[in-house]
């Protein structure tokens, strides 16, 4: 078969789906995968067909937006830079189908999702957090100030979401949604979160059970897969400065992923904190670091290293709750210290912190609740034996991409079956 992929996001959004591409593509399918131009390289590396969405430097101005981590402004932001790529994308997803094609979304695969319903293409939409679905019966966890009480009943939860959608979301999303539809001659949709983007055909959530059960109120066709733990490690050179310096004591490595953040507030206080537990530390950024606080060998600085060859030989993790980087830490039974930013990440730490991981910081965090807040992880018994427990129940290899594999193919099995009875 022929499946067109479509990952809107950060890699932190890509990596999964390059992951079930790549199992897809060992399968003997043909794989056309659409994302930011950002992801060429690695996208064509892996020998598929690319789609690309805009330009790198338009991704990298998008990503280094300020408003995009921020609480009150990520979301319009986001989806100003989503609703830009509408048309582009529908129009390069359209033009790359064949009778051959399914269709495997993320989150923001509007496009995607549109050409389900004007062309019947079958499509599986794929969550990559738990926080990807609406939910009144198990709601995610959003920043401070924002959360409902847990005592609050259920059927009082679900007015306040159904609230919240339609006079912030969908007030936010339909009218340039709708206004393409339109064109398409589609009639104008609602409840867009909550409904819409979940395809009829198919939805996956793309982590376990144990680290969020599906609720009653998730799609009922909702299938859960496991961590697709794909992370660029096969495509990465050796590095021997950091080998030789992981090959000593294990370090603390910190990294904000890609959320902006003041660099030398940030680091000043890993700085801080790895002073005060006496521990040497990786730190992981694209933005530039005051190189004399890596002085004396105690620091070391890299733009990208994949987690799975760094982690094995780490003592604690400090990042920013994306759910990749969350999953690659579980599965190397890593303990960590979560500070989330915006989006998916407070959900991400606080069901890090309910398995008993880690722990999870407000941001700013200063150089001495970072210090606390490792001193608590590398020294708690109970932190390493929860640690060595999620790790034993994620699965080696690529399992998690082969679940998500099996979903695609059948559904374009039933696609076939519908065909010869028609």
């Avoid at 890699?11 to 789906?17: M, S």
């Avoid at 159904?162 to 398409?184: A, I, Q």
């Avoid at 780490?314 to 500070?339: K, N, R």
């Amino acid at each position: 078969m022929h499946v067109i992929i479509t990952a809107i996001g950060s890699a932190g959004d890509v990596h999964p789906f390059v992951g079930i591409g790549r199992a897809l593509a060992a399968r003997g399918h043909r794989i056309t995968f659409c994302a930011s131009a950002a992801f060429a390289p690695l996208i064509e590396r892996c020998g598929f067909t690319f789609l690309p969405l805009g330009t790198a430097e338009e991704y990298e101005a998008v990503m280094a937006d300020p408003a995009l981590w921020r609480t009150r402004t990520s979301l319009p932001t986001l989806w100003k830079s989503v609703a830009g790529t509408l048309r582009d994308q529908y129009r390069l997803l359209e033009a790359a189908c064949d009778d051959e094609t399914v269709m495997l979304g993320s989150l923001w695969a509007f496009s995607a999702r549109l050409l389900q319903e004007k062309h019947g293409i079958p499509l599986i939409t794929a969550q990559v957090s738990p926080f990807g679905f609406w939910s009144a019966a198990s709601p995610s966890v959003h920043p401070p100030g924002t959360n409902l009480p847990g005592f609050v009943p259920t059927p009082v939860k679900r007015l306040v979401l159904r609230l919240v959608e339609r006079t912030f979301l969908d007030g936010l999303m339909k009218p340039e949604l709708n206004r393409f539809r339109r064109e398409l001659g589609l009639p104008p949709t609602k409840r867009i979160i909550s409904e819409w983007i979940c395809s009829p055909d198919g939805v996956l959530g793309l982590f376990p059970q144990w680290f969020a059960e599906v609720a009653s109120d998730w799609p009922s066709h909702t299938v859960l897969t496991g961590f697709p733990l794909f992370d660029e490690s096969g495509f990465q050179q050796r590095d021997s400065e950091l080998d030789d310096f992981l090959s000593e004591e294990s370090p603390v490595v910190f990294t904000p992923g890609s959320t902006q953040v003041n660099g030398e507030e940030y680091f000043a206080a890993a700085v801080a904190a790895l002073k005060a537990v006496n521990r040497r530390g990786v730190f992981l950024t694209r933005q530039p670091v005051d190189l004399a606080m890596a002085a004396a060998g105690q620091i070391l600085v890299r733009r990208y290293v994949p987690m799975s060859r760094i982690l094995p030989h780490t003592a604690a993790l400090v990042h920013h709750g994306g759910v990749g980087t969350t999953a690659l830490a579980l599965a190397a039974g890593v303990p960590q210290v979560a500070t989330p930013f915006a989006h998916d990440q407070f959900d991400n730490a606080a069901r890090m912190e309910r398995l008993g991981c880690g722990v999870s910081l407000l941001p700013p965090a200063s150089g001495e609740a970072l210090a606390k807040a490792l001193d608590t992880v590398l020294t708690s018994p109970e932190v390493r034996a929860n640690c060595a427990r999620y790790r034993a129940l994620i699965p080696s290899g690529e399992s998690a991409s082969e679940a998500a594999a099996l979903q695609v193919e059948a559904l374009a099995l039933a696609r076939v079956k519908t065909s010869r009875v028609a």
